[in-house]
C-alpha cells in the first residue's frame, strides 16, 4: 500500500509551508495530488521527494522557472546533464552579479556612515546621501 501524506505532513516533513505548497501547485511544479473521499489533498512519496528538492533548490536561490528545467531534465536520467550545467553556470553568474551590486552597496554605505559626525539629525551624512539619491530634500525645511 502506498503512504499518503496531508498536506500539513507534508508541510512538517519538507520545511515547506502549506501555502507554498499550494503555490508550487497551482504553478505546476508538483502535481495536483489525489483527493481523499472528504475531498483533502493527499501526496504521495513522490511528491514528498519532489518537494524537497524544490526546497533545496530553492535554498540554493534557484528562481521557479530554473527549478521547472531543472526538474524536467531530471526526469531522464540518460540524458547528458550539460542542459542542468548550463542553468547552474547562469546561476552563478546571477549570483556574482548580485554579489558586486551588494558589495558596491555596503562600501557606499561605510563610506558615508565613515564621514558622519554622530551629531544631530539635521546634519546626518546618512539621511543627506539617501535624499541627495532620491533628489528630493529631506529634514524640517523640506
Known sequence: MTRTYAIGELSR???VKVTTIRYYEQNGLIAEPERATSGHRRYDDAA???LGFIRQARQLGFDPTAIRELLDLAADPNRPC???DII???????ITIRIQHLSALRNELQRVLDNCGSG????CHVLQSIADRTGHKQGPDA
Not at 88 to 94: G, L, R, S
Not at 120 to 123: E, H, N, P, S, V
Open 13 to 15: 516533513r519538507t520545511g
Open 48 to 50: 514528498l521527494e519532489r
Open 82 to 84: 550539460t542542459a542542468v
Open 88 to 94: 547552474a553556470k547562469h546561476h552563478v553568474d546571477e
Open 120 to 123: 544631530r539629525i539635521g546634519d
